[in-house]
């Protein structure tokens, strides 16, 4: 047989792992279908959700009717009375400050009649003021909601504000605009919720739909009153975070509590409601800029003063403007507005859409004014020379260089008025420490790779056994991951687009130790020297004569009966950070109506080296999808003056259906030549809702500000309605 270029590199004399180049790699870098896909797709999968333990009964939280309360009577006794109901506990018991704060929780034989023993419960109460939305919190008798403190850390400002006001007055031209995003919710499609397998006695098992495995195990022995080493953490499948699900949360320690009061194990996850009420947003926020250019496209003053609409606790939004954009001269001031409403929690890029929504609307509207291509503005402002290469690229796919509103939007009286918008992304993505793998090769030649790791559905497995099958010289079908178990190696959360760099450099180093001991065990077998063996193709042969050699499980029943095992640690040199994306939007507008149909979406993205190309261009769909949700669709809705949230439903709180979605290209950015995975999903979310938004602009002329982009403001930024 010929000897192959991969295995040429694979020499086990290494003194470190290291990533070959990407043209000799046989499972990483390729188009891989996911080694779990069949289990989704069959329902073989279990999430937590789906977890079913003898004795388990099911729970509820009731949940503040009101946005801020003041709780006279709480008696739960009656719940109890309820037949199926054998367990209830207060949760909060004298005020609540948020719509939505969970107060009790009860345990039934049924769902039914948990909500049945939730209705029994007393709650009596005194409304208190609230504010739940901007008017209400700005009012000049508005409640206290954070104490001056908060208020303060709240605020800051950058830039020199004279400096910036003084490159305005020179500018060729200057607009003003304010731009505002609404609260958008997750909408995982697995609710936040735990199942605690505790039946009294000293150990408990706690399944968790969360992002982090390793991160609410000694919350819930804690409540428990166990030893922390005797409950174990399971996430082995979970519907979705989005940065929302991290520890225990409330669903989990009410669940625990409820386990250890009647010595039952509780499968507490919140019903849909509940999830849009307690589980957490991405905030809202406004920007009021000033922004003025040179007569030829360079941005020299800005000027911003951003709002960000917090909960009772966390908000988000992204740096400072200009953002990614370079300005001469800038200044800004950030300010949050709590609200008496649910926390803000990390969603998908935390700040990045509102700060990309705010900067790439103004930098568009200054564009047009100044006659010019708003492509070209763009890549004038830009320091990093890799935007510029990704925005040509997308420009041509979208069809740019033939399209006629280059410098002006086009007739909204025309037949068809079709729009093509751009906007671009940025993401640090690097891994950290703390992750362990463990690789084992047993007699039988088969091969496991474990990692307590947990999977939000980007693929967590797959990477899992491909690192370690193109180590070994396998096919990805010949390793088979473990994954989701505090029992397994330690492994960090996955937030931040961490993952991937957090979790390929163990893979690798603990595949890498496992072909090393590999090679030293068989080099007497083959009378070679350890450095010489290699592996590929399912084979272990001799560098120096590929006839030399022995199939891979040949050489695995040479091992002892205990098989072999490696460890495996973080290398700082085995991933990389900072990624770019951008991406563009095809539009139609129909001014008669407002209806927007997006036709197209471009994305490219660059990540290093891809671990699973179809796994990468899925992730960078799956953003778009999400940024097109974001701007045509999602919005929280409440009743200031009743204290009510309106569309807590996926009835009413609407997301892009199939319908709605257009053709999409992704591409990966093959250009960025950098030799280690870097995490990137984070990014791919951020351009597109202000791609879409310039789109529209640029199809006719209707600048809308305000997401989401509904007709009846499309028509009214035509001025046919008011």
């Given at each position: 047989?010929a000897?192959e270029?991969?295995?040429?590199r694979?020499?086990?004399?290494a003194?470190?792992?290291?990533w070959p180049?990407r043209?000799?790699m046989?499972v990483?870098?390729h188009?891989l279908v996911?080694?779990d896909?069949r289990?989704k797709?069959?329902?073989?999968a279990?999430?937590?959700?789906?977890?079913?333990v003898e004795?388990?009964?099911?729970?509820r939280?009731l949940l503040?009717?009101?946005?801020s309360l003041?709780?006279?009577?709480?008696?739960?006794?009656?719940?109890l009375?309820?037949?199926?109901?054998v367990g209830a506990?207060?949760?909060?018991?004298?005020?609540?400050?948020w719509l939505g704060e969970?107060i009790?929780?009860v345990?039934a034989?049924t769902?039914a009649?948990?909500?049945?023993?939730l209705?029994?419960?007393?709650l009596?109460?005194?409304?208190?003021p609230?504010?739940?939305d901007?008017?209400?919190?700005?009012a000049p008798n508005?409640?206290?909601?954070?104490?001056e403190?908060?208020?303060r850390?709240g605020?800051?400002?950058?830039?020199?504000?004279?400096?910036?006001?003084?490159k305005?007055?020179s500018a060729?031209a200057v607009i003003e605009?304010?731009?505002?995003?609404?609260?958008q919710?997750?909408?995982c499609?697995?609710t936040?919720?735990?199942?605690?397998?505790f039946?009294g006695?000293?150990?408990?098992t706690v399944?968790?739909?969360?992002q982090?495995?390793?991160?609410f195990?000694?919350?819930?022995?804690e409540?428990?009153?166990l030893?922390?080493?005797?409950?174990?953490?399971r996430?082995e499948?979970?519907?979705?975070?989005?940065?929302?699900k991290?520890?225990l949360d409330?669903p989990?320690?009410?669940?625990c509590?409820l386990a250890?009061?009647i010595?039952?194990p509780v499968?507490?996850?919140?019903t849909r409601?509940?999830?849009?009420l307690?589980a957490?947003?991405?905030?809202?926020?406004s920007?009021?800029?000033q922004?003025?250019?040179?007569?030829d496209?360079k941005?020299v003053?800005?000027v911003?003063d951003?709002?960000?609409?917090?909960g009772?606790?966390?908000s988000?939004?992204?740096?400072?403007?200009p953002y990614?954009y370079?300005?001469?001269?800038?200044?800004s001031r950030?300010a949050t507005v709590?609200?008496n409403m649910d926390?803000?929690?990390a969603?998908?890029?935390?700040?990045h859409?509102?700060?990309?929504f705010f900067i790439?609307?103004a930098?568009?509207?200054l564009?047009y004014?100044?006659?010019?291509?708003?492509?070209?503005v763009?890549?004038?402002?830009?320091?990093?020379?890799?935007y510029?290469?990704?925005?040509?690229r997308?420009?041509?796919?979208?069809g740019?260089?033939a399209h006629?509103?280059?410098t002006k939007?086009g007739?909204?009286?025309a037949?068809?008025?079709?729009?093509?918008?751009?906007?671009?992304?940025t993401?640090g993505?690097?891994?950290?420490g703390?992750t362990?793998?463990e690789?084992?090769i047993?007699?039988?030649?088969s091969?496991?790779?474990?990692?307590?790791t947990q999977?939000?559905?980007?693929?967590t497995?797959?990477l899992?056994?491909?690192i370690?099958?193109?180590?070994?010289g396998?096919e990805?079908?010949?390793v088979?991951p473990?994954?989701g178990?505090?029992?397994?190696?330690?492994a960090?959360g996955?937030g931040g687009?961490?993952?991937?760099?957090?979790l390929s450099?163990p893979?690798?180093?603990a595949?890498?130790?496992?072909?090393t001991a590999?090679?030293e065990?068989?080099a007497?077998?083959?009378?070679?020297?350890?450095?010489r063996v290699r592996?590929a193709?399912?084979?272990?042969?001799d560098a120096n004569?590929a006839k030399?050699?022995?199939?891979?499980?040949q050489?695995c029943?040479?091992?002892?009966?205990?098989?072999?095992?490696?460890?495996?640690k973080?290398?700082k040199s085995l991933?990389?950070?900072?990624?770019?994306g951008?991406?563009?939007?095809?539009v139609?507008v129909d001014?008669?109506?407002?209806a927007?149909?997006?036709?197209?979406?471009?994305g490219?993205?660059?990540?290093?080296?891809p671990?699973n190309r179809a796994g990468a261009?899925?992730?960078?769909n799956?953003g778009?999808?999400?940024?097109?949700?974001?701007?045509?669709?999602?919005?929280r809705?409440?009743?200031?003056?009743?204290?009510m949230f309106l569309?807590?439903?996926?009835?009413?709180?609407?997301i892009a259906?199939s319908m709605?979605?257009p053709r999409?290209?992704?591409?990966l950015?093959?250009?960025?030549t950098?030799?280690?995975?870097i995490?990137?999903a984070?990014?791919?979310?951020?351009?597109g809702?202000s791609?879409?938004?310039?789109a529209v602009?640029n199809?006719?002329?209707?600048?809308?500000?305000d997401l989401?982009?509904t007709?009846?403001?499309?028509?009214?930024?035509?001025?046919?309605?008011?």
């Amino acid at each position: 047989m010929a000897t192959e270029p991969n295995a040429l590199r694979n020499a086990g004399a290494a003194d470190e792992p290291v990533w070959p180049p990407r043209g000799e790699m046989k499972v990483l870098a390729h188009e891989l279908v996911r080694v779990d896909a069949r289990d989704k797709v069959t329902g073989k999968a279990k999430y937590t959700h789906d977890v079913r333990v003898e004795g388990m009964v099911y729970g509820r939280m009731l949940l503040s009717p009101f946005p801020s309360l003041k709780i006279t009577k709480l008696d739960i006794a009656p719940a109890l009375a309820v037949p199926g109901v054998v367990g209830a506990i207060v949760l909060q018991g004298d005020e609540t400050s948020w719509l939505g704060e969970p107060i009790a929780a009860v345990a039934a034989t049924t769902p039914a009649r948990a909500e049945d023993g939730l209705r029994a419960i007393v709650l009596e109460y005194e409304k208190r003021p609230w504010a739940i939305d901007v008017p209400q919190a700005s009012a000049p008798n508005a409640p206290q909601i954070w104490d001056e403190v908060d208020m303060r850390k709240g605020t800051k400002t950058r830039g020199d504000e004279g400096d910036a006001k003084k490159k305005l007055s020179s500018a060729a031209a200057v607009i003003e605009a304010t731009y505002s995003v609404p609260v958008q919710h997750h909408v995982c499609l697995e609710t936040h919720g735990a199942v605690v397998d505790f039946k009294g006695g000293d150990e408990a098992t706690v399944w968790n739909s969360t992002q982090a495995t390793f991160s609410f195990a000694p919350d819930a022995a804690e409540e428990l009153g166990l030893k922390a080493k005797n409950v174990t953490g399971r996430v082995e499948y979970m519907g979705g975070g989005f940065g929302s699900k991290f520890g225990l949360d409330v669903p989990g320690m009410a669940a625990c509590k409820l386990a250890k009061q009647i010595g039952r194990p509780v499968h507490m996850m919140l019903t849909r409601a509940d999830e849009f009420l307690a589980a957490g947003n991405r905030n809202g926020a406004s920007a009021t800029i000033q922004l003025g250019g040179s007569s030829d496209g360079k941005l020299v003053g800005m000027v911003a003063d951003r709002k960000k609409f917090a909960g009772m606790d966390g908000s988000g939004l992204a740096g400072d403007d200009p953002y990614i954009y370079s300005v001469e001269k800038f200044w800004s001031r950030t300010a949050t507005v709590p609200l008496n409403m649910d926390s803000t929690r990390a969603m998908r890029a935390p700040g990045h859409p509102p700060a990309g929504f705010f900067i790439e609307s103004a930098i568009d509207e200054l564009a047009y004014k100044l006659g010019l291509d708003p492509l070209e503005v763009r890549k004038k402002n830009l320091k990093d020379p890799v935007y510029a290469r990704q925005l040509d690229r997308i420009a041509r796919e979208i069809g740019w260089d033939a399209h006629p509103n280059k410098t002006k939007p086009g007739d909204p009286k025309a037949a068809r008025c079709i729009g093509i918008g751009f906007a671009i992304a940025t993401w640090g993505g690097g891994g950290r420490g703390g992750t362990e793998c463990e690789v084992r090769i047993e007699r039988d030649g088969s091969v496991s790779a474990s990692v307590g790791t947990q999977d939000l559905g980007t693929g967590t497995r797959t990477l899992v056994a491909a690192i370690t099958a193109e180590e070994l010289g396998l096919e990805l079908g010949d390793v088979t991951p473990h994954i989701g178990s505090t029992k397994l190696g330690s492994a960090g959360g996955s937030g931040g687009s961490v993952t991937t760099g957090s979790l390929s450099p163990p893979v690798k180093d603990a595949a890498f130790n496992a072909r090393t001991a590999l090679a030293e065990h068989v080099a007497p077998t083959l009378a070679i020297p350890a450095e010489r063996v290699r592996f590929a193709g399912g084979r272990v042969f001799d560098a120096n004569d590929a006839k030399k050699s022995l199939t891979w499980k040949q050489v695995c029943a040479t091992l002892p009966a205990e098989g072999l095992s490696a460890q495996g640690k973080w290398r700082k040199s085995l991933q990389d950070s900072g990624v770019h994306g951008a991406q563009a939007a095809r539009v139609e507008v129909d001014t008669q109506t407002g209806a927007i149909k997006v036709l197209d979406m471009i994305g490219i993205q660059d990540c290093g080296l891809p671990i699973n190309r179809a796994g990468a261009r899925s992730q960078v769909n799956g953003g778009m999808i999400q940024a097109l949700s974001y701007g045509l669709f999602e919005e929280r809705v409440v009743d200031a003056k009743l204290g009510m949230f309106l569309n807590p439903s996926l009835e009413d709180y609407k997301i892009a259906a199939s319908m709605e979605i257009p053709r999409m290209v992704s591409i990966l950015d093959d250009d960025d030549t950098r030799t280690a995975p870097i995490g990137m999903a984070e990014a791919t979310i951020i351009p597109g809702h202000s791609a879409i938004a310039n789109a529209v602009f640029n199809a006719c002329g209707a600048r809308v500000r305000d997401l989401p982009m509904t007709a009846d403001k499309v028509l009214k930024a035509l001025g046919k309605v008011v």
